[in-house]
């Protein structure tokens, strides 16, 4: 199983919400990531999470707040958003382990469109 | 700073000929790795073929393969009977060895003519 799921797939909030995202595998991988896309661009890295610990946080606002409750589950907690925050949310996964090629080989999963209104 | 650079923002191909898109990347590194990934209009990314600096033998992977000039600092893809499937946002990665961040290109865009 090669997949990486993510829930919900299209998500509306008012800038006073509250909503959060997840993200799912089951490969084993160690190495789990949120990206943020604009439409047209390329991905913009936002957490990585290496054995469970936040290993990179690339100056995210606090209205974003990741959490990795396990080795298989990556969540993205979000509040007080604004609507430039509206965008495709990835999250993906890499083995992270044995060194080598495989180790950052980065694994998607679909996205979920995100809404600020 | 490390960049990519994918010069082409938009390319076309007739249907079952070949087309190459272009990346080259800045670094100072000797160990790192380069990746292409596919992400059609469905949105998801997906790894198409991956290259290890220290590896001169260039990648393949089906009708896709790289042209790796590590000397060049260029790591071009070549499709090869393109296929209406194939059309989508091509992005270019650079990713050093010993870090999970990657740089992206900005992508080049490839539409496949029936």
């Known amino acids: 199983d090669t997949e990486v799921t993510q829930t919900p797939k299209h998500l509306v909030m008012g800038m006073t919400n509250k909503k959060s995202l997840k993200c799912e595998q089951h490969?084993?991988?160690?190495?789990m990531y949120w990206y943020k896309q604009k439409a047209k661009k390329p991905p913009e890295l936002m957490f990585v999470?290496?054995?469970?610990?936040?290993?990179i946080n690339e100056s995210v606002p606090s209205r974003f707040s990741p959490e990795c409750p396990n080795s298989s589950l990556l969540n993205l907690h979000l509040h007080a958003l604004q609507p430039e925050d509206s965008a495709l949310y990835l999250c993906?996964?890499?083995?992270?382990?044995?060194?080598?090629?495989?180790?950052?080989?980065?694994?998607f999963g679909p996205g979920t469109r995100l809404t600020v209104t | 700073a490390q960049t990519v650079t994918q010069s082409q923002p938009e390319m076309s191909v007739q249907e079952a000929e070949t087309v190459t898109l272009s990346c080259t990347y800045d670094t100072s590194e000797s160990d790192y790795y380069l990746f292409w990934y596919k992400q059609p209009p469905s949105r998801q990314m997906i790894l198409v073929i991956r290259?290890?600096?220290?590896?001169?033998q260039n990648a393949t992977e089906n009708r896709f393969s790289v042209n790796f000039q590590k000397a060049a600092k260029s790591f071009s893809l070549k499709i090869s009977d393109s296929q209406l499937g194939d059309a989508a946002m091509y992005f270019c990665?650079?990713?050093?060895?010993?870090?999970?961040?990657?740089?992206f290109g900005t992508g080049t865009r490839l539409k496949v003519l029936a």
């Open positions: 990665a650079y990713g050093p060895s010993g870090t999970y961040k990657y740089i």
């Open positions: 490969m084993g991988h160690r190495a």
């Open positions: 993906a996964s890499s083995p992270g382990t044995s060194g080598g090629l495989s180790s950052y080989e980065q694994y």
């Open positions: 999470y290496s054995y469970e610990k936040l290993s």
């Open positions: 290259q290890e600096a220290y590896k001169q």
